[in-house]
């Protein structure tokens, strides 16, 4: 990379963390002026693209583990990627995770949404509507749908999930070990939203499931222009892109490939929260593991 162009990415991050939401703040006369860009700015945030992927030839991988993990979001490191939940009293600029991929999936800016983690069959808006909402009618609408009247909306009750309602994030991952650059690295393959069944949410049921899956690749340009709030430094705020690929949230792995099908780890230790959490524990330092041991002799 040329002098030039080092100097022109340097740039373009530095100002792609600071220009979050707040930008023009100090300098508006008035309240409206406040997240105007000056024309340079408006022109880096042109530029401003999600750090590509580097080619990785299969010959290049010696080793890789696939893993499932579970981003449970009760705990603080990853209320990133849960708040905020209420859109009321805050900018258009700071949406939770679940907002900005079903608003990207709504708009088409993500197209490649699966029904599972192995990306086998496909959904589209239409397919997936069902999970996101219920529509239900009172007995005063059906009363007037018997009687051939047009049923009021007042008599339509429709629930849709929100960001509050979601619990939880399964990511889907690969681990490999690139012998040309001699280096143990980590690539996100797909991330799903899990909350309670839309049908039962009221009733009490807390059974959790995935809504759709996403082919992270496909979500990333999106997800760049997304800037999320880590909290304790407002002017330095990164995108969900980054936030995901440098592994800044707190994950539990509960299933890994393996022979038995890729099953479960909750599959062959039952009813025990403690040891699940033992299992999931060491898949993760086996895997921290190899790289240190490729250097042993």
């Known amino acids: 990379m040329s002098l030039k162009k080092l100097f022109v990415f340097g740039f373009v991050m530095m100002a792609g ?33 999600p750090l590509e992927y580097g080619y990785v030839g299969d010959r290049d991988i010696l080793w890789s583990k696939g893993t499932w993990e579970i981003i449970d979001l009760d705990e603080r490191v990853n209320f990133p990627l849960y708040y905020p939940i209420d859109t009321n009293n805050i900018g258009t600029n700071r949406r939770a995770l679940y907002d900005v991929l079903v608003k990207a999936i709504k708009s088409g ?22 999970t996101l909402s ?12 018997n009687a051939g009247e047009e ?19 399964h990511i889907r991952g690969l ?23 839309v049908n039962f949410i009221d009733s009490g ?9 996403v082919w992270y690749p496909d979500a990333r340009e999106v997800l760049h222009d997304a800037k999320v709030f880590t909290g304790g430094n407002t002017s330095q705020t990164i995108s969900f892109d980054h936030l995901l690929n440098s592994r800044r949230f707190d994950g539990i ?15 062959y230790i039952v009813d025990n929260a403690f040891m699940q959490l033992l299992e999931s524990q060491r898949i993760k330092e086996q895997i921290r593991n190899f790289e240190q041991d490729m250097w042993s002799y």
């Open 17 to 49: 963390v600071s220009s979050f939401g707040q930008a023009n703040i100090l300098n508006a006369n008035k309240p409206e002026d406040i997240g105007k860009k000056s024309e340079a700015q408006a022109m880096v945030d042109k530029e401003d693209k």
């Open 109 to 130: 800016k993500i197209e490649n949404v699966y029904a599972d983690s192995y990306f086998t069959e496909k959904r589209t808006l239409k397919d997936i509507s069902a």
């Open 134 to 145: 219920k529509i239900d009618t009172t007995d005063l609408g059906i009363e007037q749908y």
């Open 151 to 169: 049923v009021d909306a007042q008599f339509i009750d429709r629930r849709d999930l929100g960001a509050a309602d979601i619990a939880e994030y």
């Open 175 to 197: 681990w490999y070990f690139d012998k040309r650059l001699a280096e143990l690295k980590y690539r996100i393959l797909g991330i799903a939203p899990v909350a309670p069944d």
């Open 205 to 213: 049921q807390t059974d959790l499931v995935e809504l759709f899956w």
């Open 253 to 267: 792995i509960y299933k890994e490939d393996n022979v038995q099908g890729d099953r479960e780890i909750d599959e």
